[in-house]
């Protein structure tokens, strides 16, 4: 039976969490464009089953963009990553 692979968008400070999580693909980035830019090639080159983004992200990228994403591409899920109140 073939696993899950799941991807995550994230700041920095979540980088080193979620490669020890287990998560197959972890991408820090800078800026939402390049959030959105990574979410889209791992979407058109199917890298992954399940995408999280860090809360942060999504409120620079802002949630509207967040659902055309998800809309236009109904798979992978796209699940944002709610965090606690950090640096």
Do not use: C, F, W
């Amino acid at each position: 039976m073939p696993s899950m692979r799941i991807a995550a968008i994230v700041l920095r400070d979540l980088e080193d969490a979620l490669k020890a999580g287990g998560a197959d693909i972890v991408i820090a980035v800078e800026n939402p464009s390049e959030a959105i830019t990574h979410i889209e090639n791992i979407i058109r080159e199917k890298k992954a089953d399940l995408i999280l983004v860090d809360d942060k992200i999504v409120a620079r990228i802002g949630k509207g963009k967040l659902k055309e994403i998800k809309y236009k591409y109904p798979v992978p899920a796209i699940v944002e990553l709610e965090t606690q109140n950090r640096k």
